[in-house]
């Protein structure tokens, strides 16, 4: 098997990082979307793809799989690319960041964004996922805190923060990949 190098992309939802992986795609690196895994459990559970369902089913395979559930369903993907660097979106443990290493570099970047920026980003999104009040924002930065997302956000190798314009982060993105890849 290869060892890759992987960017490990963490932020709470709306802090920016599928900018991160935008950027990173445009370089031409492949990106794999840890939200995707449980997105499409969701559906194959037959339920629809609310806030609560989603939560719900990310908090489930965990209790029935394991903490790294969510890495190790990408492993498979991650093996079959011949890209030697991928970004991985999304990781919310060091469980998860722990399955990654187990064959590969990796590296993590973490994107921060305040609460009130965070919030008013996911409004205007809009996914079917995104909570719709103040009260389901509030759910799922704790379902998110209870799985170890903070843990790995303390311990990234990089960190962006993202309060200013779409173009300013972009920019910033696109000179951590620089020196994330050149490692």
Known sequence: MMRRKIIAVVGMPGSGKAIVSKVASSRGIPVLVCGDVVREETKKRGLAPTPENTGKVMLAIRQE????VVAKRLISKIASSAAPVLVVEGVRSMAEVEALRKDHL??????????????????????????????????????????????????????????????????????????????
Not at 65 to 68: C, F, L, R, V
Request: aromatic content about 4%.
């Open 65 to 68: 799989e394991g903490p790294a």
């Open 106 to 183: 990796v590296a993590i970047v973490a994107v921060h964004s305040s609460p009130e920026t965070r919030y008013q980003r996911l409004v205007a999104r809009g996914r079917s996922d995104d909570p719709k009040s103040s009260e389901e924002f509030a759910d799922r930065d704790a379902r998110e805190l209870g799985v170890g997302i903070g843990d790995v956000i303390a311990l990234a190798q990089e960190m962006l923060i993202n309060e200013t314009s779409f173009e300013d982060m972009s920019a910033a993105s696109e000179a951590v990949l620089s020196r994330v890849t050149q490692k």
